[in-house]
């Protein structure tokens, strides 16, 4: 097996492992806590994912690049390492100002305990160097990390709750950050042990060379980021923990579904934009080819959920799935939508350098559905919030539509 496919199967793994870590433990703790606690701890989660963002900034992409090129050098490895960690540990203030300002809200100020425990898996993120293992292409050690830090998560909640029979939601929160901790630390220690790490001080100019660097991406990520991240906060301001605790519960399902196609993408991904550069043609016919495919088969599998939610919410949720069934029936179409408009995105505007193009129509839709989160969220509560997500997955599926007939078009004329 080429090392091209055993990354990609590393890859497949790692983010099998972030699915299967909220798969495993969410449902144990909405039984536990109930859904307004749930509610609580699935909210500072959601923070700290949106504080996660500001953290890692675009350096997921642009000190990788980086690094791929010069990956033979290890003094510039090592002091592009010590430039991310400054740079992070920069963007940690405006974090940090950003919880206290969150801490004006009062139904954020609620749970200001457990947004202080995120705050620690976010400063442990600053020393994360996914973005140098990438580099390197050591996507085993990653895996082999993430199977390791969440492994552990999991086995600690299962023994906290069965074993010492305790719910304590102060506690649970530590045991979530957990891998976070785990994985920064583990990781930072095999780079110091393969001698990758120097003793090396930033200059201001380093480090506002690398956020210049990143800041593209940073924003383009931002920008597609937003809109998800910012859904059940709002929901939280204006409905109360509970309505955010049933959000995320559906919520969990839906990214669950909808990652199955990141690995599929990341596989055709190079494939298609290789072939794209000797045969456009044909690149697009094996695009629009596999997103049938997955379209179709994302509509068969939502169906029986659609069908019989309170069937498939008892079985995730246990005794709590009555309160979570109608927002999992519609949470599942979302899906379906999602996968057409990542192949659109992914496999067939990017390869054929239609970058501006694709920014602009995922911009739309984040901006159509930050529109209407907070009224649809206030007089539809949950379902309402859910909408909002509906409201900006279909304006990005009708720009990636009107983009494909105007392909056609142009086809037709050339003919």
């Known amino acids: 097996m080429n090392s091209t496919k055993k990354n990609i199967i590393y890859l497949a793994i790692s983010q099998g492992v972030n699915y299967l870590l909220p798969l495993m433990i969410y449902p144990l703790l909405i039984r536990i806590l109930g859904v307004e606690s749930f509610g609580k701890v699935s909210l500072s989660i959601v923070i700290m994912q949106m504080l ?20 033979g050098d290890k003094e510039y490895i090592s002091k592009s390492l010590a430039k991310i960690i400054v740079a992070r540990l920069w963007l940690f203030i405006p974090v940090m100002l950003i919880v206290m300002c969150f801490l004006l809200i009062p139904s954020l100020y609620d749970i200001r305990n457990l947004l202080y425990i995120s705050l620690i898996a ?32 999991i086995s600690f909640i299962y023994g906290y709750v069965f074993i010492l029979n305790r719910n304590d939601i102060i506690e649970i929160a530590f045991i979530l950050i957990l891998p976070y ?24 100019k380093d480090v506002i060379g690398v956020l210049k660097d990143g800041a593209y991406f940073f924003f383009s990520t931002l920008a597609t980021s937003t809109y998800t ?28 579904l909808a990652g199955l196609i ?86 067939i505007l990017v390869p054929q350098g239609k970058n501006n193009i ?46 494909l007939i105007s392909l056609r078009n142009t086809r037709s004329e050339k003919k």
Request: aromatic share 12%.
């Open 358 to 403: 694709y920014f602009r129509i995922i911009c739309s839709g984040g901006i159509g559905c930050l529109l209407l989160i907070y009224p649809l969220s206030k007089y539809f509560d949950v379902i309402g919030a859910i909408w909002s997500l509906f409201a900006a997955e279909i304006i990005v599926a009708l720009g990636m539509s009107l983009y």
């Open 52 to 71: 996660f963002l500001i953290v890692e900034y675009g350096f997921g992409y642009s000190a990788t690049r980086l690094v791929a090129i010069n990956r």
């Open 229 to 256: 991240m910012l859904t059940p906060i709002i929901l939280g301001i204006v409905a109360g923990n509970t309505a955010v605790g049933i959000f995320n519960s559906a919520n969990m399902v839906k990214q669950a």
């Open 181 to 204: 901790v785990i994985y920064s630390i583990s990781a930072m220690g095999w780079l110091v042990a393969d001698k990758l790490v120097c003793v090396y001080i930033p200059t201001r």
């Open 122 to 153: 976010v400063f442990f993120n600053i020393f994360n160097p996914n973005w140098l293992l990438q580099g390197l292409e050591m996507m085993k050690l990653m895996a082999i990390n993430s199977l390791v830090s969440r492994g552990i998560a």
């Open 262 to 347: 990141a690995p599929i993408i990341q596989a055709f991904y190079p494939k298609i934009n290789i072939l794209n550069q000797s045969d456009p043609r044909r690149a697009r016919q094996q695009s629009i080819s596999l997103l049938k495919w997955l379209v179709s088969f994302f509509v068969v599998i939502s169906i029986p959920i659609v069908l019989y939610p309170d069937v498939f919410a008892e079985i995730i949720f246990g005794n709590k799935g009555a309160e979570i069934k109608d927002a999992l029936r519609l949470m599942t179409l979302l899906p379906v939508l999602i996968v057409f408009n990542s192949i659109v995105g992914l496999l």
